[in-house]
């Protein structure tokens, strides 16, 4: 019964790599890439979500306010907008999109006095918005000039390269996941030698040896990869609470719940395999290219 | 069978020597061997005799000339086929390599299982092999328990289990007393009776005494004929084969 079992067990492993390439050396190096790769992730999805959202509410970089307006006055605000030379465009905001764009800060907007709001767009971007507010006011007294829309269009531009940043992160680890991998496979070589060698001898295919080492080694840094995602997601949790006000995320339902669900949870799920699939490569390759060596 | 043509062998240097060709360690050897056929393999230490022997068995390739070992012309063949025909060779060695970590049946279940065999019958194959070298109750033992001699028998259990068309053994009586050199030597000859082409290499002078057959004799990487096993003439080679 023992000795069967036994038997099962090595019959699998020819090479001896699980006492060989064992320890928590590998998968605690790969946990700790997997918790940065995920960490990585989860920055480029919530700053691509950010960069959209304050793209699209950026669309006029700069909003002119007209508190207790009424519609004769803001026909007549966007007649004298529209006869300056420095305003491409002037379009009057319809109130559903302006209490979307509110609601993050406002909550609902049920029965609350809303301005009226026009969006402008600038023939050049580096016109002073104050001069066209000083010239709106005398036409129409209380006009406010807004230029936040400028400051979300760099907040967006941030966003945006906080996500490629984040892609450049992505591809360091799995670069750094490889060679710790490669080291591994080294050492198992060496700690294997006489093995390998034997099997070699004994016609084994390079593929038979490398599969084994890759089999090994992929599992290996997929176990810590598993356990280095897991270890993430409280943290990612939390994260995406804090943030859902800005990304949208979270109204409505309750905010702990939300932040669970907002999640890049795809992306979160492909790390082990993504994990698996480095480790195989770079064992197959290491192996392949230490098997050269021999006729 | 086995062919050696105008056969130069040279090692590439190692340690303060490394990327420099050595002298040549076999110089214009020439033979061959019929299929069937038992052949001793002479000469001193450092005569060449592992090197002629690792030529047979596709461990390393000649610098010079040409070898052909069951149909297979090794100066040139593509490295993916050496493996196919290495499972067609059984080899012997001087210090066993058995797998430490393996039991006495997984190692000698490993060719077997390198050639997709599946599990439901290479058990029988395995064990009967065993008995076959008298070693059929230590097959779940570990090699580390077993005596040199016995050792050496599962060595050779490993070597013949896939029914190889060629053994070659490298001093395989160096470790064992003369008792257990004398019933290897009968499990080789009797692979050989059994339609095998084997050759060992020796400098035990008493074994090759006991069990006459065609040598060859290697002298400082070349050979002498005293047998004329070289087989360049076919009428000769295999006469005295049966000793
Ligand atoms: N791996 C090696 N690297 C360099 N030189 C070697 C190697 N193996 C053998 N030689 C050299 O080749 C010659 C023949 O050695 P070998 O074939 O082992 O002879 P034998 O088996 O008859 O003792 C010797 O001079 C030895 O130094
Ligand atoms: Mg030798």
């Known amino acids: ?295 | 069978m086995v062919r050696f043509e105008a056969v130069g062998l040279r090692y590439l240097g190692s340690g303060p020597h490394a990327g420099a060709w050595g002298p040549e360690a076999l110089t214009d050897v020439t033979f061959a061997l019929p299929r069937g056929s038992f052949t001793w393999l002479l000469g001193p230490s450092g005569a060449g005799k592992s090197s002629v022997l690792r030529l047979m068995h596709l461990a390393i390739r000649p610098t010079r000339g040409e070898v052909e070992v069951l149909g297979l012309r090794l100066a040139r063949a593509p490295r993916n086929m050496l493996p196919a025909v290495r499972r067609r060779i059984g080899v012997v060695f001087q210090d066993f390599r058995l797998l430490p970590y393996l039991s006495v049946f997984d190692n000698v279940a490993l060719p077997l299982r390198l050639a997709g065999r599946p599990e439901a019958s290479l058990r029988a194959d395995v064990t009967e092999i065993l008995r076959w070298v008298g070693l059929e109750a230590k097959a779940d033992a570990s090699p580390a328990e077993l005596s040199g001699g016995e050792q050496q028998r599962i060595a050779i259990a490993r070597a013949v289990v896939t029914r190889p068309d060629l053994l070659v053994a490298d001093e395989p009586t160096g470790n064992l007393d003369s008792r257990q050199a004398r019933r290897l030597l009968a499990l080789l000859r009797e692979m050989n009776r059994l339609g095998t082409t084997v050759v060992v290499a020796t400098h035990d002078e008493d074994l090759v005494a006991r069990f006459p057959a065609p040598a060859l004799f290697l002298h400082e990487g070349r050979l002498h004929d005293p047998d004329n096993a070289r087989g360049l003439h076919a009428d000769s080679a295999t006469d005295d084969d049966i000793g």
């Open chain 1, 1 to 295: 019964m023992t000795t069967l079992a036994r038997r099962r067990r090595y019959s699998r492993d020819p090479l001896g790599l699980r006492r060989a390439l064992s320890g928590p050396l590998l998968p605690g190096l790969v946990a700790a890439m997997a918790l940065l790769a995920a960490l990585a992730v989860a920055g480029a999805q919530g700053a691509a979500a950010l960069a959209q959202r304050w793209q699209r509410g950026a669309a006029a970089a700069v909003t002119v306010q007209l508190p207790e307006a009424d519609a004769a006055q803001t026909r007549r605000a966007l007649e004298a907008l529209r006869a300056m030379p420095d305003v491409a465009e002037a379009r009057a905001m319809d109130e559903a999109r302006l209490a979307e764009l509110l609601r993050p800060w406002l909550g609902g907007t049920g029965g609350l006095p809303l301005p009226a709001v026009i969006e402008l767009r600038l023939a050049n971007p580096r016109a002073d918005p104050v001069l066209v507010g000083d010239r709106l006011a005398a036409v129409v007294p209380g006009a406010l000039v807004e230029a936040h829309g400028l400051w979300v269009q760099r907040l967006a531009a941030l966003a945006q390269s906080l996500r490629w940043l984040s892609w450049v992160v992505l591809v360091l680890v799995a670069g750094v996941a490889a060679a710790v991998v490669a080291v591994a496979t080294r050492a198992g070589l060496a700690a294997r030698r006489d093995a390998v060698e034997v099997l070699h001898g004994l016609g084994a295919r390079d593929s038979d040896i490398a599969g084994r080492f890759a089999r090994r080694l992929g599992l290996m840094a997929a176990g810590g990869a598993l356990l280095g995602t897991a270890a993430a997601v409280p943290a990612l949790a939390l994260l995406v609470d804090l943030a859902s006000p800005w990304t949208g995320a979270g109204a409505g339902g309750s905010r702990a719940a939300g932040g669970w669900a907002a999640l890049p949870w795809p992306a979160l799920a492909a790390v082990p395999p993504v994990a698996f699939l480095v480790g195989w490569a770079t064992a197959q390759l290491t192996v392949r290219r230490w098997l050269r060596h021999l006729p």
